[in-house]
Each structure stands twice: as structure tokens, then as C-alpha cells.
């Protein structure tokens, strides 16, 4: 079985261009989240979705970033205009719920910014 | 304040020896509380949960103080293969992890 799907793996573009990163989250999974890594700040949660609506994005860094569902099976984060500071490890997650309690979250490997 | 402090280590030691980890949380509404394992490059994975009454998974134990709000984990026997990074999670209910920074550990021959 396919876990979490990202892509591009790694992605290097210029300060002021637009980033598009993607994920396809576990089949029958109705949570999908997007996480950033840096070494300084560890890993921070930007948004999630339920059911393909985001129900959180207080995460979000500011106004360049954005994230859509379009569908159960597909999800974007988009950086626009990109900046050397966005520079990171983003990954994408995915999960079930069953009785209101916590179900593990299944990481994808992950897509490496550089933001030069 | 971070919600959640880690030690960033790294932390060094033999084969075959003990070591442990501790993190502090500071929301005392956390629910539910974990331990994952982050490789070089690769993405976090669960490597186990910690209840209050403490749990083992073979050479792991993970304990709860919640009075004290603070985790921990004791790996026994350290193998080169559990170098790695050790991201203390902990779930504040909505669905949401709130992560550490990680304590690195290396295990050498």
C-alpha cells in the first residue's frame, strides 16, 4: 500500500518565483496536513484539512503562502513570491480518526526547499 | 516558551549503552503524548506513545510525569542503528501535534 506521496523531492528556484509543492495522502484518509522543518524552529504544523476543507491554517507563515484540496486524493502548498527564508523541509501528513482520539499521522518523505 | 523543550544533544555514546531523553511541555490540557524517530533526511515516524503508568517496546521505555509535565525515554543496549533524531510529540486535542526540536543521538562502535 502507497503511503503519503510528495512531490517534486527537492525543489531550487529564485527568490521571487513561485513554488508549488504537492501531495497525495493516504487512500481513505480524511486528514491531510502540511508541516515545515528548519533547524531552528523544528517542525511546525501551517495547515490542515478535513474532508478536503481546511479546518486550521493559523500556522501559515503570511499572505505568500497558500494551500488548496481541490480533492480527497490531491493537495498543493503554494509559496508566491518565494524567499530565501522559506528555505526548508516541507512534509506532508495524513491520518484517520476513530473516537475523537488521537490516530497516527503518516508522514510523506518530504520536499526539500532552497530558495536562493 | 517553547510548548514543547527538548535537549538538542547531540548526545554521544558506546554499543551498548544506556541513555535517556527528557522534554517539558507547558500546556497542562495536553492529551496524549509521543516519541518519534526522525532519520537523516527521511520524515518522522512513530516510534512509540507514552501513557502515565510508563510503556516498554522491547529496549524502550517511555515515561509521564504529568504533575512535573515532563517525557521521557530510555533506550537500553544502544545499537548503531538507533542513531537518529527523537522528536517528542505531544497532541493538545483538534488534531493538532505540536513537536519539539529533537535530541540528536549517536551511537558509536
Known amino acids: 500500500d502507497a503511503g503519503v506521496i510528495q512531490s517534486p523531492r527537492h525543489e531550487v528556484t529564485e527568490m521571487g518565483q513561485e513554488v508549488t509543492l504537492r501531495c497525495k495522502p493516504i487512500?481513505?484518509?480524511?486528514?491531510l496536513f502540511w508541516y515545515r522543518q528548519t533547524m531552528m524552529r523544528g517542525l511546525e504544523l501551517l495547515i490542515y484539512?478535513?474532508?478536503?476543507?481546511?479546518?486550521?491554517d493559523s500556522g501559515m507563515p503570511e499572505d505568500r503562502f497558500s494551500a488548496k484540496m481541490p480533492n480527497a486524493s490531491f493537495s498543493t502548498l503554494k509559496i508566491q513570491p518565494s524567499e530565501p527564508r522559506d528555505s526548508a523541509v516541507y512534509f506532508c501528513?495524513?491520518?484517520?480518526?476513530?473516537?475523537?482520539?488521537?490516530?497516527?499521522?503518516?508522514f510523506g518523505p518530504g520536499t526539500r526547499l532552497t530558495v536562493l | 516558551r517553547k510548548e514543547v523543550e527538548q535537549d538538542p544533544g547531540p548526545f554521544n555514546v558506546p554499543e551498548g549503552a544506556t541513555v535517556a531523553f527528557n522534554c517539558t511541555y507547558s500546556?497542562?490540557?495536553?492529551?496524549?503524548f509521543f516519541w518519534y524517530r526522525q532519520d537523516c533526511r527521511k520524515e518522522p515516524k512513530l516510534l512509540m506513545s507514552?501513557?502515565?503508568s510508563g510503556n516498554e517496546d522491547g529496549r524502550f521505555t517511555a515515561q509521564l510525569n504529568r504533575a512535573s509535565q515532563y517525557i521521557s525515554l530510555l533506550i537500553r543496549d544502544s545499537k548503531l542503528s538507533d542513531s537518529a533524531t527523537y522528536l517528542c510529540?505531544?497532541?493538545?486535542?483538534?488534531?493538532?501535534?505540536?513537536f519539539g526540536t529533537g535530541t540528536r543521538l549517536l551511537v558509536s562502535p
Open positions: 507514552v501513557y502515565s
Open positions: 500546556n497542562s490540557a495536553s492529551q496524549s
Open positions: 501528513a495524513s491520518t484517520t480518526i476513530s473516537g475523537g482520539s488521537y490516530n497516527e499521522q503518516f
Open positions: 510529540v505531544v497532541w493538545t486535542g483538534f488534531q493538532k501535534l505540536v
Open positions: 484539512f478535513n474532508n478536503n476543507v481546511p479546518i486550521d
Open positions: 487512500s481513505g484518509h480524511d486528514y
